[in-house]
């Protein structure tokens, strides 16, 4: 197992390709489908997966991302025992996303009510844990992961951009993560649209990375396989063991 893999969180507003971006990981890969429907215009070969029925579908060549609809919390533990295991095809997992997430566990703790002080955090230690164990995924024993991506969307609080949670999650998915990025559109002078993504803080946008230097402060039309080949250098390895990890 080497070093060659990125946790990333990827936060903007509706809209500007952040789904997009979380189907350029490597393949086979696998996406977390929470917001259920967000997936249906990601190019390229799909397989669905029932993790409450099935087990992971094989990389048998015909799809290169596996979309796992999530409707409940179950449905995400099962996932990542899944994962654990390292029973599974995947080299990357993508979160689309934690905002929504965050959301059924708060509606599966409240039950409909108010949430009490203790529900909050409860619904803190959870999120968290689950941010931890996956984005640790990355350094599996046997089947560690090359790119792990968590979605949310952005709000402006106290003058920044900041990933949309609720609570002290917001400011401590940072620090769990190599990077985190803020995803935008802007027109170039024809009139294209362009797709941006902000990895430095320019203290407006909660931005910022550990990666030595190796990517600019904002990555044009941004990929996550070019930005591990960026940080590390194109893969050269090609047979599924040396794959892993480059």
Not at 19 to 24: F, I, S
């Amino acid at each position: 197992m080497s070093d060659r893999y990125i946790t990333l969180v990827v936060h903007g507003e509706s809209k500007v390709g952040k789904t997009w971006l979380g189907a350029t990981t490597p393949p086979p890969r696998l996406i977390l489908d929470v917001e259920a429907g967000g997936m249906r215009f990601v190019p390229g070969a799909t397989v669905k997966w029932n993790p409450l029925a099935d087990p992971p579908p094989d990389a048998d060549g015909t799809w290169e991302t596996c979309q796992a609809t999530i409707t409940d919390i179950r449905a995400l533990d099962m996932v990542f025992q899944w994962l654990n295991s390292g029973q599974h095809p995947f080299r990357s997992v993508t979160v689309d996303s934690l905002m929504e997430v965050q959301s059924r566990m708060k509606r599966e703790l409240a039950d409909g009510g108010v949430m009490s002080e203790r529900e909050w955090g409860i619904l803190l230690t959870h999120l968290e844990d689950l941010v931890v164990k996956i984005r640790d995924l990355s350094e599996h024993p046997t089947r560690p992961i090359d790119a792990v991506v968590f979605i949310t969307g952005t709000r402006m609080k106290d003058g920044r951009f900041r990933p949309l949670l609720q609570g002290q999650i917001a400011n401590l998915l940072p620090y769990k993560v190599d990077a985190i990025g803020f995803m935008f559109t802007t027109l170039d002078e024809s009139g294209n649209v362009r797709r941006g993504l902000m990895l430095d803080d320019d203290g407006t946008h909660v931005a910022g990375n550990r990666l030595g230097g190796r990517v600019p402060a904002v990555v044009w039309e941004p990929s996550v396989t070019g930005l591990l080949d960026q940080i590390f250098g194109p893969e050269t390895t090609t047979t599924e063991g040396d794959a892993q990890h480059g």
